[in-house]
C-alpha cells in the first residue's frame, strides 16, 4: 500500500522510479513502434487490445516510423528525427493505433439560417 | 473468471464490424453496467470523485447515442458489461504492463476492462494540471464501445493526451462515428416549442430572441438550432428548469402573442398553467384572484381535454388544439372555437402526398423560428406544414397542407435520452 503523510500533499510528487523511460534511442523507438501497431503488417484490427499476439513485424523499421510521422502530421523522413521521439514521448492511450481511418470526417450540415437566437455556451 | 470471460464472450457482445474505419460495435443491448472495481481504487483522488468521473464520462457517451449507463454496484462482476480500475505497473492481472507517469496513462480491453495508470497525475475536471481523469476515461470508454484511435483534431479518439481545451465535448465527426455503429437516437416528445424572450440591446431597442426545447417524461433539452445538437449537458430535470408546471408528461404548450397580448400556458389532464416569463415561475392566480391550475374548459370553452398537442397561429390569431383525429381552431379575441370546427386532421391539413399523414393523435405542433415553419411531430417522424414561402414557390400547394413525413433525428440531432439515475448531475 502506498502511503502519503504530508497534510500539502507534496509527497504526491511521484518518485523517479515510477518515471516512464524516455524513448530516446532506436531501440526504445523500436519497442514503441511495434507496441503500437506500426510494424505490424495492416490487418484488420481491434480497435482496442485483444489478448492475441500481434502480427510480428512485416515492414521495415524506416517504413514503421514512416506510417507513425504520416499520420503524426510529422515530416515524413523514415528517420528518428527529434520531432519524431518528441511525439513517441507524449501522454497517450495504451490501445495500439490501427490503420488509419481515411481523413474524410462527416461535415456539418448546414444550421438554419434565423439570425434570431439564444445560444447559450457552456454546460451548466 | 478472467479465462472464462474470453472463452464465453457475454451474451450481449456483438462483434460487427464496421467497414474501414476499424470500428465495431461492442454491444447489442442499450442499457450497459459499469462499476469501478473495488480493489482498484485511484490513490489520487476519493472514490467518490472517481465515481462521479466515471459516471460524467459515460453520460458525455449517454447523451450522443441510443446508449444509457448505469453504475451497478451488485451483481456478480463477470456480469457488469464495464470494469474500470487504477493499477501500477503490473496491475489487476493485466498483460499489459504500465510504464510509470508519462507515456502511456490508461488501456481499455475488448472485453470492457478498462485500466489507468495510478502512476499518472490524473485531475478532476475542475483542475488544469495533470491529465484529466474525465477525458482520459472518454477515450477509453470510446474504445471499449468499439472507436478506434482517430487522428483528427478535435476529437477525443486522437491517441495522444491534449491539454485541456477550452470546451471538452463530443463534436460532430465524433457523434457521427459512435452512431454509425450505435445508431442515431429517436423516440416521442411530449411538447416542442420556441421560447421568446424580448431584451434590450446596449441601443435600447428591444431584440427578440428565442430558444427552442424538446421535452419528454420528466426531462427536456435546449436545442441549439446553429451549432445542430442540444446544449451540454442536457437533458435534465423538467423540476430543475421550470417552476410551478407539471413535471413530467405535459400535454401542449402554447403562447399567445399579439401586439398587447403576451400569455404563456401549459396544459396538462384537464388543467392549465400560465407561466411568467420574468419571474420565469408558473403564476400562483390569475386576474381574478383564482389560483392555478385553472381548468380548460373555463377559459377555452368547447375545447376537449386531455390534449394531444395545440400551437398558436400569431397570423391569425387562432389557437390549434388538436385530439386524436381533430382539430379546434379557437379564436383568442372572440373567446371560442370558430364555427367551421373541430375539423378532421386531414381535412384542416391534407397531405400534400396521398396517405402521408399522421391522421391522429399527433406528439407535437410545434412552430419553428428557425424553420419559419409548423411541424407535426409523431413517434420518430415529422411532417412540415406548407408555409407562405413554399406557397409562393408552389401555387398548387394545398394551404396547411402536410409534406411527407420525415425522420426528426434527421433535423434535430443527436436529442438523447441519459440513464435516469444520471439525470441530476
Redesign the interface.
Known sequence: E?L?HSRDRSD?E?SP???????ADLQAAQRFLSR?GWSAVSS????????TTEATAGITLAEAIRRFQK???LPVSGKLDTATLV?M???????P???????A??S??P??S?R????????? | KRFLQMLLPRLNRQQEDSSDSGATRAFSKKTLTWRLVGEAYSSQLSVDEQRYIFKLAFRMWSEVTPLNFQEDLIAPGAMVDIKLGFGRGRHLGCTRVFDGSGQEFAHAWRLGDIHFDDDEHFTPPTSDMGISLLKVAVHEIGHVLGLPHIYRTGSIMQPNYIPQEPTFELDWSDRKAIQKLYGSCEGSFDIAFDWIRKERNQYGEVMVRFSTYFFRNSWYWLYENRNNRTRYGDPIQILTGWHGIPTQNIDAFVHIWTGRRDERYFFKGNQYWRYDSDKDQALLEDDQGRSYPRLISERFPGIPCPLDTAFYDRRQQLIYFFKESFVFAFDVNRNQVLNSFPKKLTEAFPAITPRNHPFRNIDSAYYSYAHNSIFFFKGNAYWKVVNEKDKQQNSWLPSNGLFPKKNISRKWFDVCDVHISTLNM
Open positions: 502506498v502519503f504526491l511521484l522510479l515510477h518515471q516512464a523511460r524516455p524513448i503500437y484488420a484490427r481491434s480497435p482496442n487490445l485483444k489478448r499520420a503524426n502530421a511525439a514521448n507524449k501522454p497517450r492511450c495504451g490501445v493505433d490501427t490503420q488509419v481511418p481515411p481523413q470526417s462527416s456539418t450540415p444550421a438554419p434565423t434570431l437566437g439564444l445560444q447559450p455556451r457552456a454546460r451548466p
